[in-house]
């Protein structure tokens, strides 16, 4: 897909056109890439990311990985920086190197040692090709019997007109199944020739012949292609001239004034709304009330394993009080209660804000909150694909009584969940959630608004994102040229405001995953999946990469070496920078028990106090509310800049931190590297479900008595941090040292230890 980016350089994304096995054909295709002025920057799975730029020439150099998701070895990376190879990304089962010198050495010298490379490259072959061979058989019988059945009846089908579309179907079938079964046999026949040829002793041939293949590639799909083409022609005749008995017999029964299935009900309403119409898979499982999960705050606990499609295990609600699987019909008493809590409080009728993220669900929660909220009175304003921390601003700047996010954060796809906030931008008072728990998990009946009350919908609200983003501009007071950065959007609510935010910068910015399907939101991506922005950032030469969470609410930093910037460096870097201004209130900086000893460290060095909170960024906001202070947060990437937002904001974080690198005049790593960072040592011990369990374990004389003896051999030169989950079965043990071998020490006894109690 083509973009530009904020030099107007054009960027795009291709496919390998050639079998990824072949591999010499891979590195020529790469080099020509390069030659014409198509410079890869980013690879993911099988595709490449390339921006036009200046011909350059350049080599190429693919090596297999040794492990299903291997972890490149930094010595043996800085090993080929050394020898100038610099490593570019991953495609498919390959790491690709690249290098600018023509008089560096080969990564590769000995064909015999390269071929030894390949053995779990053939292995994973091996297994791919019968399973690949047993899938094509399947679909090959499942084909066969198709077309069995439709001759069947032929004459039913002659009769409707329809023949052709008897004729396409099998042909698009057939022309898919071959394209898979020769793409399979290409990729064996490849890697079985790769290895043989370099255990063999005889060298790669370089540069390698690929046109023909090529061509061979492009004819098949185009042939492909073309088929679907008429299929789908033939399709649309038949439904406009000739409707099928399917069509007539559902015809007939709304006609008849009898109830039309449920699938197409749902259809009609989501049409209504401009919304796209739902998978039947999705629309089946919402419909039924889900039973809750458990009874008592005490005993909610994240259930094991994969969840239900739409389902939320224990992602908070509204409180801990709500463990429910996540449905349209509890979205909707869910909008219900928190319009009659407000409408009780305002004694009014209550303006609400929605904002979602781009999970698949979203939209079909969205639709049953503003039901629910219009139900009994309330108005909506919804603002479409819009980041958490935009939600709580626009709903201050409009005036509303309280703003819900529609967001699960960083999880996956399948899991969603919905967020609060009140008029001033913040989470609701305790005294507020519980009243809305209270209506939702007794059961009460609402009353509904009478015709004349019902809650209006107001619409236009997408152009209040453009609000959103003057209002991030106005927190720059500096002059970013010539900064090129990348950023990382997961797929997720910032897709909707980061491109056009960074684009208004007088900086360099390319971005990446801002192609959300509903799916793949946090996919591989993200602030949780920071791999693919490190390599993009060091291949692209760029100064900082940046990444966002699902919702955007935090986020996490890569400097120009690749390496992690977590939300500790960014608190200890803003704050110095802040004290430098005469903005640091209190001279403090408000963290999590969970940060880092080196945030500790870096506070007592250079003047500062550091006031340390439970987990969990609400914990930091109201320390920071009741004492005044200016900046908190957590490790995880969640940053409080109190002089612009009400809560933790990804984009804030990253133009404050932009802005504080232009001034330090430093790269990124020097400038994070200002804050050390311990190596820390993480365990969780599963405990069993009952309740109490949790509460007696740390409450063990014996447990307090280890921890102190263990603490005491540290010296002050580490810390230990044991509390039990607030979601889960388990207890955290958290051990800080000044090597990774005692912190794995102390935290192994430790845990030891709890299990046998």
């Given at each position: 897909?083509?973009?530009?980016?904020?030099?107007?350089?054009?960027?795009?994304?291709?496919?390998?056109?050639?079998?990824?096995?072949?591999?010499?054909?891979?590195?020529?295709?790469?080099?020509?890439?390069?030659?014409?002025?198509?410079?890869?920057?980013?690879?993911?799975?099988?595709?490449?990311?390339?921006?036009?730029?200046?011909?350059?020439?350049?080599?190429?150099?693919?090596?297999?990985?040794?492990?299903?998701?291997?972890?490149?070895?930094?010595?043996?990376?800085?090993?080929?920086?050394?020898?100038?190879?610099?490593?570019?990304?991953?495609?498919?089962?390959?790491?690709?190197?690249?290098?600018?010198?023509?008089?560096?050495?080969?990564?590769?010298?000995?064909?015999?040692?390269?071929?030894?490379?390949?053995?779990?490259?053939?292995?994973?072959?091996?297994?791919?090709?019968?399973?690949?061979?047993?899938?094509?058989?399947?679909?090959?019988?499942?084909?066969?019997?198709?077309?069995?059945?439709?001759?069947?009846?032929?004459?039913?089908?002659?009769?409707?007109?329809?023949?052709?579309?008897?004729?396409?179907?099998?042909?698009?079938?057939?022309?898919?199944?071959?394209?898979?079964?020769?793409?399979?046999?290409?990729?064996?026949?490849?890697?079985?020739?790769?290895?043989?040829?370099?255990?063999?002793?005889?060298?790669?041939?370089?540069?390698?012949?690929?046109?023909?293949?090529?061509?061979?590639?492009?004819?098949?799909?185009?042939?492909?292609?073309?088929?679907?083409?008429?299929?789908?022609?033939?399709?649309?005749?038949?439904?406009?001239?000739?409707?099928?008995?399917?069509?007539?017999?559902?015809?007939?029964?709304?006609?008849?004034?009898?109830?039309?299935?449920?699938?197409?009900?749902?259809?009609?309403?989501?049409?209504?709304?401009?919304?796209?119409?739902?998978?039947?898979?999705?629309?089946?499982?919402?419909?039924?009330?889900?039973?809750?999960?458990?009874?008592?705050?005490?005993?909610?606990?994240?259930?094991?394993?994969?969840?239900?499609?739409?389902?939320?295990?224990?992602?908070?609600?509204?409180?801990?009080?709500?463990?429910?699987?996540?449905?349209?019909?509890?979205?909707?008493?869910?909008?219900?209660?928190?319009?009659?809590?407000?409408?009780?409080?305002?004694?009014?009728?209550?303006?609400?804000?929605?904002?979602?993220?781009?999970?698949?669900?979203?939209?079909?929660?969205?639709?049953a909150l503003m039901a629910g909220i219009c139900s009994?009175?309330?108005?909506?304003?919804?603002?479409?694909?819009?980041?958490?921390?935009?939600?709580?601003?626009?709903?201050?700047?409009?005036?509303?009584?309280?703003?819900?996010?529609?967001?699960?954060?960083?999880?996956?796809?399948?899991?969603?969940?919905?967020?609060?906030?009140?008029?001033?931008?913040?989470?609701?008072?305790?005294?507020?959630?519980?009243?809305?728990?209270?209506?939702?998990?007794?059961?009460?009946?609402?009353?509904?608004?009478?015709?004349?009350?019902?809650?209006?919908?107001?619409?236009?609200?997408?152009?209040?994102?453009?609000?959103?983003?003057?209002h991030l501009l106005g927190s720059i007071d500096c002059?970013?040229?010539?900064?090129?950065?990348?950023?990382?959007?997961?797929?997720?609510?910032?897709?909707?405001?980061?491109?056009?935010?960074?684009?208004?910068?007088?900086?360099?910015?390319?971005?990446?995953?801002?192609?959300?399907?509903?799916?793949?939101?946090?996919?591989?991506?993200?602030?949780?999946?920071?791999?693919?922005?490190?390599?993009?950032?060091?291949?692209?030469?760029?100064?900082?990469?940046?990444?966002?969470?699902?919702?955007?609410?935090?986020?996490?930093?890569?400097?120009?070496?690749?390496?992690?910037?977590d939300g500790d460096k960014v608190m200890a870097v803003?704050?110095?920078?802040?004290?430098?201004?005469?903005?640091?209130?209190?001279?403090?900086?408000?963290?999590?028990?969970?940060?880092?000893?080196?945030?500790?460290?870096?506070?007592?060095?250079?003047?500062?106090?550091?006031?340390?909170?439970?987990?969990?960024?609400?914990?930091?906001?109201?320390?920071?509310?009741?004492?005044?202070?200016?900046?908190?947060?957590?490790?995880?990437?969640?940053?409080?800049?109190?002089?612009?937002?009400?809560?933790?904001?990804?984009?804030?974080?990253?133009?404050?931190?932009?802005?504080?690198?232009?001034?330090?005049?430093?790269?990124?790593?020097?400038?994070?590297?200002?804050?050390?960072?311990?190596?820390?040592?993480?365990?969780?011990?599963?405990?069993?479900?009952?309740?109490?369990?949790?509460?007696?374990?740390?409450?063990?004389?014996?447990?307090?008595?280890?921890?102190?003896?263990?603490?005491?051999?540290?010296?002050?030169?580490?810390?230990?941090?044991?509390?039990?989950?607030?979601?889960?079965?388990?207890?955290?043990?958290?051990?800080?040292?000044?090597?990774?071998?005692?912190?794995?020490?102390?935290?192994?006894?430790?845990?030891?230890?709890?299990?046998?109690?």
């Amino acid at each position: 897909m083509g973009a530009e980016n904020s030099h107007g350089q054009s960027s795009y994304r291709k496919s390998c056109p050639i079998s990824i096995y072949d591999v010499a054909a891979v590195e020529t295709w790469l080099e020509d890439l390069a030659r014409k002025g198509e410079n890869p920057v980013c690879f993911t799975g099988s595709r490449v990311d390339l921006l036009l730029d200046e011909p350059w020439e350049c080599r190429f150099r693919l090596q297999p990985l040794q492990r299903w998701k291997e972890a490149l070895d930094p010595e043996r990376v800085e090993a080929y920086r050394s020898m100038g190879w610099r490593l570019v990304g991953q495609l498919g089962p390959f790491w690709v190197w690249r290098c600018d010198d023509p008089n560096a050495p080969e990564l590769d010298t000995d064909p015999v040692v390269q071929g030894e490379g390949y053995r779990y490259l053939k292995r994973r072959m091996i297994f791919r090709t019968v399973g690949g061979g047993l899938i094509w058989l399947a679909m090959t019988a499942y084909f066969i019997l198709a077309v069995a059945l439709s001759a069947a009846s032929l004459e039913n089908i002659l009769r409707n007109a329809s023949w052709l579309g008897f004729v396409a179907a099998p042909l698009v079938a057939a022309a898919l199944l071959t394209i898979l079964g020769v793409q399979l046999w290409l990729d064996a026949r490849n890697t079985w020739r790769l290895w043989k040829t370099l255990t063999a002793g005889v060298p790669l041939e370089r540069p390698k012949p690929y046109r023909r293949q090529l061509r061979l590639g492009q004819l098949a799909w185009g042939a492909a292609l073309v088929i679907s083409v008429l299929n789908l022609v033939v399709s649309i005749q038949n439904l406009d001239g000739n409707p099928s008995d399917w069509d007539h017999a559902a015809r007939t029964v709304y006609e008849a004034g009898e109830r039309p299935p449920v699938q197409m009900v749902l259809a009609d309403l989501t049409a209504l709304d401009g919304l796209e119409p739902l998978r039947t898979e999705v629309q089946e499982k919402s419909l039924p009330i889900a039973p809750e999960m458990y009874a008592a705050r005490q005993s909610a606990v994240l259930p094991d394993g994969e969840q239900a499609f739409l389902q939320t295990a224990y992602y908070r609600m509204l409180t801990a009080g709500l463990a429910r699987t996540l449905t349209a019909e509890l979205a909707f008493h869910v909008g219900q209660a928190v319009a009659a809590v407000l409408t009780e409080k305002k004694g009014s009728r209550p303006l609400v804000t929605i904002g979602k993220d781009t999970r698949i669900s979203s939209d079909m929660l969205e639709a049953a909150l503003m039901a629910g909220i219009c139900s009994v009175g309330g108005d909506v304003m919804p603002l479409g694909t819009i980041p958490t921390p935009a939600v709580a601003f626009l709903t201050v700047q409009q005036r509303a009584d309280a703003g819900i996010v529609i967001s699960a954060s960083h999880n996956p796809y399948a899991y969603n969940g919905i967020k609060v906030f009140n008029g001033q931008g913040y989470k609701l008072s305790d005294e507020m959630e519980e009243q809305v728990e209270r209506l939702i998990l007794d059961h009460v009946r609402l009353q509904p608004a009478a015709d004349s009350t019902v809650g209006r919908r107001h619409h236009g609200m997408h152009a209040l994102q453009s609000a959103y983003i003057r209002h991030l501009l106005g927190s720059i007071d500096c002059d970013l040229t010539g900064l090129r950065v990348l950023v990382d959007c997961a797929n997720g609510a910032a897709s909707a405001t980061a491109p056009d935010l960074f684009r208004a910068l007088p900086l360099h910015a390319d971005f990446i995953h801002t192609e959300p399907d509903g799916v793949n939101i946090n996919n591989g991506c993200g602030s949780t999946h920071l791999e693919s922005l490190a390599r993009g950032v060091v291949s692209g030469g760029y100064d900082l990469g940046i990444a966002f969470d699902g919702d955007a609410d935090r986020c996490l930093l890569v400097d120009e070496k690749g390496q992690t910037i977590d939300g500790d460096k960014v608190m200890a870097v803003c704050a110095s920078e802040l004290k430098r201004q005469g903005k640091l209130s209190g001279n403090t900086v408000v963290a999590t028990v969970m940060s880092n000893l080196g945030l500790h460290e870096y506070c007592r060095e250079n003047g500062l106090d550091l006031v340390c909170t439970a987990v969990g960024d609400r914990h930091v906001l109201e320390k920071m509310l009741a004492d005044g202070f200016a900046i908190g947060g957590e490790q995880s990437g969640h940053t409080i800049f109190r002089e612009y937002a009400t809560t933790g904001d990804g984009e804030l974080t990253a133009l404050q931190f932009l802005q504080t690198l232009r001034r330090s005049g430093v790269p990124a790593s020097r400038l994070a590297a200002r804050c050390p960072q311990y190596p820390q040592e993480l365990i969780n011990v599963d405990v069993p479900h009952t309740p109490g369990v949790k509460e007696r374990i740390m409450a063990d004389e014996g447990l307090r008595q280890e921890t102190r003896r263990w603490e005491e051999k540290l010296n002050g030169q580490g810390r230990i941090l044991i509390r039990p989950s607030g979601t889960e079965a388990l207890i955290r043990v958290m051990v800080e040292a000044k090597t990774t071998e005692i912190a794995h020490q102390v935290a192994s006894v430790l845990a030891d230890f709890i299990k046998k109690l």
